[in-house]
């Protein structure tokens, strides 16, 4: 199916007007990101790598005019709707991408699946959209929403953890991550907590986790959120006799020069990390590094994969990129190397990758970082567990 679109400029960034070069019918994206407020720190490290793997491909996706567009969706489902509605109408986008909450995600893809939008997911995507609300139109080359804490299940059973305690925020990936975790974690539940998104006071969360005694406490918080819980654990004394363990985004480039000492040590899951020693990694993590004077994050590294993924699918289209079979097929299909070494879409086009388990260190600098703690991954060849769930699985 071709789709003619009509184009009013928003807010687009033409990436490239090189002449001859397919200048009348660029490739449009659009990038939907919580990209103000408390929580802001997350699209900004998604857009940042995914304009970082733009401008190294010369502002041109698979050698094709790219044009972007860009809107806040303040973490608000409606403010999502909205820019999403605008894109779609004025900015006749062919893909959209950047959206950091899940409940942005469910509230804007039921409208663009409709529209028949491809949806290309930079951040980690909610079990409907993996299992029985899978679409032809939706593609997740990051993580499903659980993926990480299932591999810290895995590793708090392998290092012999009796009983842990379990906080997550009440919202469905909070939810989502502390099932992920349960399910593949051995022992014993030594106590849950439901935390408010957004809450910094852990006080009383801290106090049911004294009185409980666990070996160890897996948290799935992110953002100011994990700053402040990580630092309160600390200041009551529980770190010297109680182990941290949680997602990698907690413990990542955006929050561990908040942190500071008090991440040393915390265990962490991830799909990604700084030191893996592939060389496109390494190009990612030094270029990103130069071109914003900060360290590149998972969420970075995320935006980054983004870009090559379209590059590559763009490319294979052989400037049918507006044909949506032609695309969708380009994409399934896509070959390109990965900062993350290993990874191959599913047949319910989520990610199957390796998950690695991570450690806070100091680097030789004093540098707060990551190091993997093992080349073997703690999760191998992981795929999410509602593939059966997706009719496109069944074709």
Request: charged share 20%; aromatic share 10%.
């Amino acid at each position: 199916m071709l789709r003619a679109k009509r184009w009013i400029a928003f807010t687009a960034i033409a990436l490239s007007c090189t002449p001859g070069a397919q200048a009348a019918d660029p490739i449009r994206i659009g990038f939907i990101g919580s990209l103000t407020g408390p929580l802001s720190a997350l699209s900004t490290d998604m857009k940042d790598g995914f304009n970082l793997a733009l401008k190294q491909k010369g502002g041109k996706l698979g050698g094709v005019d790219t044009v972007v567009a860009y809107g806040d969706d303040q973490a608000n489902p409606d403010a999502g709707k909205q820019v999403y509605e605008r894109m779609a109408k004025s900015e006749n986008v062919d893909i959209i991408t950047g959206m950091a909450f899940t409940n942005v995600m469910l509230a804007v893809a039921p409208t663009a699946f409709k529209d028949k939008i491809f949806f290309v997911n930079s951040n980690a995507g909610p079990k409907e959209l993996a299992g029985a609300s899978c679409n032809y139109y939706y593609f997740n080359p990051t993580w499903h929403t659980s993926a990480l804490s299932e591999a810290a299940g895995r590793f708090a059973t392998q290092k012999g953890y009796k009983r842990i305690f379990v906080i997550a925020p009440n919202y469905q990936a909070g939810r989502e991550h502390a099932e992920g975790f349960e399910k593949e974690y051995k022992g014993e539940i030594a106590g849950r907590a439901r935390n408010k998104v957004g809450q910094l006071d852990f006080s009383v969360e801290i106090g049911q986790i004294r009185a409980a005694q666990p070996d160890a406490v897996f948290f799935a918080l992110w953002g100011p959120m994990a700053i402040n819980f990580v630092k309160q654990f600390n200041q009551a004394g529980l770190s010297k006799k109680i182990d941290l363990v949680t997602p990698g985004f907690a413990v990542d480039a955006d929050t561990l020069p908040a942190l500071g000492d008090a991440a040393v040590g915390i265990y962490n899951t991830s799909q990604w990390s700084p030191d893996l020693p592939n060389t496109v990694n390494k190009r990612f993590v030094e270029d990103f590094e130069k071109e914003f004077k900060r360290p590149a994050s998972s969420y970075a590294s995320q935006g980054y994969e983004v870009g090559l993924l379209l590059d590559a699918a763009i490319r294979e289209s052989k400037g049918k990129y507006k044909d949506d079979k032609v695309l969708h097929d380009a994409i399934m299909s896509a070959k390109y190397e990965s900062v993350r070494g290993y990874f191959k879409f599913s047949s319910n086009q989520n990610a199957t990758q390796h998950i690695y388990l991570r450690q806070v260190v100091k680097n030789e600098k004093g540098n707060l970082t990551n190091k993997t703690v093992s080349s073997t991954p703690v999760y191998a060849d992981q795929s999410d567990p509602y593939v059966g769930e997706c009719k496109l699985a069944a074709k």
